[in-house]
């Protein structure tokens, strides 16, 4: 079983920033990618950044040079710093980490966080 801890999030002003820091925990033989989503009321849930296990890299095309998603100092953390923040960043922010463990592949996703961004 993986579980993951997210944290960060909170209240900030337009062009602010704030970091998001999700980390994976369980026996996890190896992690595939690590990516964030995010939720805007009355809107799916959409890809915002994703990582791979490489550290290939991509985006959604609305956080382009504001966000920037890394692997932290240990292989089960990733980061997302973001900068530049916009109202319409607005969302609970969602953890996602696809690997495999004893049993087979995993795909988990952690708890929300709040980001509100006003304007």
């Known amino acids: 079983q993986v579980h993951l801890v997210v944290s960060g999030g909170g209240l900030v002003q337009t062009g602010g920033s704030l970091r998001l820091t999700c980390i994976a925990s369980?026996?996890?033989?190896?992690?595939?990618?690590m990516g964030w989503y995010r939720q805007a009321p009355g809107k799916q849930r959409e890809l915002v950044a994703v990582i791979s296990a490489g550290g290939t890299t991509n985006y959604a095309d609305s956080v382009k040079g504001r966000f920037t998603i890394s692997r932290g100092n240990t292989e089960n953390t990733v980061n997302l710093q973001m900068d530049s923040l916009k109202p319409e960043d607005t969302g609970v922010y969602y953890c996602?980490?696809?690997?495999?463990?004893?049993?087979?592949?995993?795909?988990?996703w952690g708890q929300g966080t709040q980001v509100t961004v006003s304007s």
């Open positions: 996602n980490v696809r690997g495999v463990i004893l049993k087979g592949t995993f795909d988990s």
């Open positions: 369980g026996t996890i033989f190896s992690i595939n990618a």
